[in-house]
């Protein structure tokens, strides 16, 4: 976590309590066309991101496609818009003591004092004076020479007084945990309902400096994975997930002549627990109700070794193509993919499934940390919609399974309502399932996490992402 000042002399102003994702006016700014500033990039983005609801890393690889920046500057835009991101409300409420009504200003405003105030607090390389000038500059070369003054001023006083800021205390409980480590208010108290105000705490301020993408290899091609890797300049690490690996700093893996050959995969180690859960065996017929990208249908039908059918479906056509670029990418013909609603029931195959992976459709809080816009889009409404469509989903496709067949719930939250309460609200309604046992594949470490009702992940204690996994059996 980063280092922040806290509890100096009193200071004035409060955040604004409500979510940022639509403040300000529309803006009309002509957009970045310099080759040059990093700055300007990251203000870009955070318009995308903020008043567009783009998603953070597509615009920023976007817009830092269409730019000429060398490495370094790269590197400063991407920390400027993530760490702007991860600390939002945090930074709102510095800017506020030094400035009135932040809601009525353009958005691109906005964005330049708060990139701004990021790399005056956030940014220890980065020196004030040189925050300040280029936020100005910003103003000038975006036609908004009449904010110029206001920046200029409310980021040098920002600098300077710095210290005298009266960050919120802890016992101010929900408020503080929206304020210091940047949540919406009605998020932090719902953690804190969940977990008690100390684990809250945990999984609210927890950030890992260094990013990592996560590489499983192909079944059965684990050695050549580990020889070709090991001849790569990668920074790498062991993952939680046995014989998965963490790469550090590779730039575009996606591109590289191992990853287009099928030798190995990106996929979050959360995401291989849930695929895992289902202890797929050669011959099985399997479901993977909600499945686009593919990566656990990839993880599954690897291990099933070409035999059995693993159909996977997905609502949208564009994302079944998804997967099907997988299917072509790790040469698996055992998969069968489809456009379908997984919510509309196909009679025709009831009781057909020897295995069903429902990974539903979720908040994202539980990969916060790696995507820090997501904390921004949920409100107490959508949560409540997607829980209504969690259970209809759960309803269906359980119709599915075999007599002793077995059925995984997993998300990527960390919100008991869409996690363990859902699953006891769904083993109440269908007694004839039961909770199973996780498979030894899985990491000790991590089974012994496991409650009554599924395994929940958390980041700051398991080192992996935010993912809640049930496997249930049916009973014959």
Known sequence: MQNKPRNGRPGTGRPNPGTPMRTGRPYGRPE????ANPRLVAVNVLNDVLQKEAYAAMSLDDRLSGV?????DRRLCASIVYRTLENLYYLDFALSGFLRDADALDMTVRNILRTGACQILLHDRVPNSAAVNEAVKLTRELRLDGFSGMVNAVLRRLAEHSAEIEWPEENEGARYLSVMYSMPEWLAQRLIDDYGAEEARRIASFRTEKHAITLRPTYG??????????????????????????????????????????????????SMVAAAAMDVRRGMNVLDCCAAPGGKTAFIAERMEGTGRVYAWDLHSHRVELIRAMTRRLRLENVRMAARDAADYREEMAES???VLLDAPCSGLGVMDDKPDVKYRPTPESVAALCETQKKLLDVCCRY??????????????????????IALFL???????????????????????????????????GVEGFFVARMKREG
């Open 353 to 355: 499934m020897d295995a």
């Open 68 to 72: 000429n920046l060398n490495q370094l």
């Open 428 to 462: 109440r309604e269908h007694p004839d399932f039961h909770i199973d046992a996780l498979p030894e594949e899985i990491p000790a470490s991590l089974r012994a996490q496991a409650g009554a009702f599924g395994l929940q992940l958390l980041p700051h204690r398991d």
């Open 32 to 35: 970045a066309r310099s080759n």
């Open 401 to 422: 399974v075999k007599r002793g067949g077995t059925l995984v719930y997993s998300t990527c939250s960390m919100l008991k309502d869409e996690n363990e309460r859902q």
């Open 221 to 270: 091609r684990e050695k050549e994975f580990s020889e070709r890797i090991g001849k790569k300049v990668w920074e790498t690490e062991p993952a939680v997930f046995p014989g998965a690996l963490r790469v550090y700093g590779a730039m575009q893996i996606a591109r590289d002549s191992d990853y287009l050959g099928g030798l190995f995969s990106i996929q979050g180690e959360g």
